[in-house]
Every structure is written in structure tokens, then in C-alpha cells.
């Protein structure tokens, strides 16, 4: 295993403004980042699924969070596009994708992910996903470990119990009578040109904007229905209610590097050390400084350490019988401890006072 601290602030990248600098006089509107990575649309299973793709090489399958769009990778695909093939889609409910009734699970977003790559004639990728897209990623090792060929885990869910109380509470019965109030339009017309003042001017922090933007989306009622559909396939009042912890053992012979904020206020970092030991040869960067978005709040730190864990690994390699062995020996542990307990009435009386 490897532990890395990443610390430090990288110099600005080529373009990049701060506080203070004066703008290019003339200037008239200028193409942003976003404009270099325009929606493309595809269907599938009679749903529109909205992605941006770009670049030439081996793929990384860029997957959003919760509440998000695939407009949250374009600043780190610019950086990555000229090595990678880089695709980064909206999910089911989310961004520019269809936002129908239906089944809003890790599962079925994983499966979508699959038909996406089936689709674009993409046989294997290496999955990268941030927040809920870490918990998607996962299920898509876990489902089509074939077509994964690395894992890159980003403050990710799906590791653990604990969560934001804010997201928990979002989960209560009857809160979708409460969102309109929380989630006015007229905040969406305000802000925007408050943000893009902010932004021209290099002001503001970038996981504050990120924020915002999850804010904004959740103003439109189509965008307010299908997030409670999601969050409430993941998370229950106390707390998430998906964890992979138990299965993290398959990911033995998946190169695997997880990354997350140090000061992560939406899920702790905690959750990154309980991974980083459950997952054999996983290497775990810890962003100092930096909260929930690690992708964005230090983009060059993070392009430099999802670079060097991309050149210095190989694929994974699918091999059936390595999983199946994989399988039954995980089995055989489980049954061990189930028995060690079972002989020991002192751990037992100790679980049994935990549970209650």
C-alpha cells in the first residue's frame, strides 16, 4: 500500500486569473472551458443520455456526484485530453441526461455506464468517480470487473455509514413538499450573474462553486424529483445505506488509488483509510487543505497525482478464476470469523451489547 499527503499550492495554470488581475482590454466573450467540451447526446433504452468526450488514448470514464453534471470534469479534461480519451457523461437525472420515473441505483447507473461504452464501441476504461460517481464506479468494478481497468475513488460514497446530516435529513418522508421553498427559481436568476462576476475575477472557491452549481439544478422540479430518487437509493436518515466495504477484497488485482479532501465535510475521511486498507496495493493521496471536491479545488494537484498513479500502473487484467478464487476464500474468512465469534461468548456479549 501507499500513503501520499499532498500538499502545497502548484503555480497558476496557463490563463488561469486571480483577484485583482485586470481583464484583456477589448475583451468581448471569451470561449470557456465548457464550450470546448459541448453535450453530445445518445440514447439509450429510449432515454436521451447527455455526455462530453474528447481526446485520443486509453479511456478514463469521468463520473459526477450527486446533484452534479459531467460539467464538473471539464476543467481536469482539459488538462487530460491530449494523453486520454476523456468521457465523462451525465447520469440518469442528472445534467443534460433524460430525468424519467424509474430505478435511480448504483446498479442500474452502472449498468447505463456499461451500455454507454457497449454504444461507443469502448471495451475497457479506467473509471474515475467523485462523490456518488465513486460509489458508481464501484458497482461498475464490482458488476463488469471485464471492463474496468483501473479504479480512481474521489471523496467517494459507498465506504462507509457516516454522511453530511444535511443530505440525511434530505432524505426524510415528505421533504419533496419542502424543496420548492429551499430551491426557488428566483435564487437560480440571481445567482448566476453573481457567480459569473465572481468567476471572472478569480473570486470564489472552486468547491463553493461547485456547490452552487448543485444549488441551481435543484431550482427545476424535474432536476428536485429525480435527486430524491438517488439520494434515496443511497442514503437513509441515518446515514448511507450502500456500502461496499464488505466486497472490497475482489479489487486485489485492480490497480486502485483513492483520493480525498482532508477536509472533506461531506463524507470523512475516515471512510478513505477503511478503503485504502480493505483494498490490497491501493494507494491513497490525501489532499491537504482541500474539502469535498479534490478535483477542482486543487485541479493541477489532482491532474498530477491521477498522471503519475495512470503511468506508473498497468490494466487490470481480468482473469475468472483469480476472481473465483478471490470469492471463495472471502467466504472462508467470513465463515472463520462467524465461527471465532460463535466460540468466544465474551465477543459475543460484546457485539451483542454494540448492536443495541
Known amino acids: 500500500m501507499a500513503l501520499v499527503h499532498v500538499k502545497g499550492s502548484p503555480s497558476p495554470l496557463l490563463g488561469e486569473r486571480r483577484a485583482g488581475d485586470n481583464p484583456p482590454r477589448g475583451a468581448t466573450r471569451q470561449v470557456t472551458p465548457i464550450d470546448e467540451f459541448p453535450i453530445r447526446h445518445i ?5 436521451q443520455i447527455g455526455y462530453r468526450c474528447s481526446g485520443e488514448g486509453p479511456v478514463l470514464l469521468l463520473l459526477h456526484g450527486i446533484a452534479g453534471s459531467s460539467g464538473t470534469w471539464v476543467p481536469a479534461m482539459r488538462l487530460l485530453q491530449s494523453d486520454f480519451t476523456v468521457l465523462a457523461p451525465d447520469f440518469l437525472g442528472h445534467g443534460e441526461s433524460a430525468k424519467p420515473l424509474g430505478d435511480y441505483s448504483l446498479g442500474n447507473h452502472a449498468s447505463a455506464m456499461r451500455d454507454l461504452l457497449d454504444l461507443l464501441g469502448i471495451d475497457r476504461a479506467t473509471v ?9 464506479a464501484l458497482q461498475f468494478a464490482y458488476q463488469f470487473p471485464e471492463r474496468c481497468e483501473r479504479l480512481v475513488l474521489v471523496d467517494a460514497g459507498g465506504l462507509g455509514r457516516e454522511v453530511n446530516w444535511i443530505l440525511r435529513l434530505l432524505t426524510l418522508p415528505g421533504v419533496e413538499y419542502v424543496l420548492p421553498v429551499l ?3 428566483f435564487v437560480r436568476d440571481w445567482g448566476d450573474p453573481v457567480a459569473r462576476f465572481l468567476g471572472d475575477w478569480g473570486i ?13 439544478s435543484l431550482t427545476e422540479a424535474e432536476n428536485r424529483r429525480a435527486f430524491i430518487r438517488t439520494m434515496r437509493a443511497v442514503i437513509s436518515p441515518g ?9 472490497l477484497y475482489l479489487a486485489a488485482h485492480m490497480p486502485t488509488l483513492i483520493v480525498w479532501g482532508e477536509r472533506d465535510k461531506i463524507i470523512p475521511l ?17 489532499m491537504e487543505g482541500v474539502g469535498h471536491y479534490s478535483h477542482v479545488e486543487e485541479l493541477a494537484r489532482f491532474v498530477a497525482i491521477l498522471k503519475d498513479f495512470l503511468r506508473t500502473t498497468e490494466p487490470a487484467n481480468f482473469d475468472s478464476e483469480e476472481r473465483r478464487a478471490l470469492l471463495r476464500q472471502g467466504s472462508r474468512n467470513e465463515a472463520a470469523n462467524m465461527s471465532s465469534m460463535s466460540a ?10 454494540a448492536d443495541r
Open 344 to 353: 468466544d461468548p465474551e465477543s459475543q456479549a460484546r457485539s451483542s451489547a
Open 270 to 286: 475516515g471512510h478513505a483509510y477503511q478503503a485504502h486498507e480493505a483494498i490490497p496495493n491501493s494507494r491513497l493521496a490525501v
Open 128 to 136: 474515475v468517480g467523485q462523490s456518488f460517481g465513486g460509489g458508481v
Open 43 to 47: 440514447t439509450i433504452h429510449g432515454h
Open 183 to 185: 430551491f426557488p427559481a
Open 239 to 247: 446515514g448511507q445505506s450502500v456500502s461496499a466495504i464488505d466486497r
Open 204 to 216: 470564489g472557491n472552486a468547491g463553493a462553486m461547485e456547490m452552487w452549481r448543485s444549488y441551481k
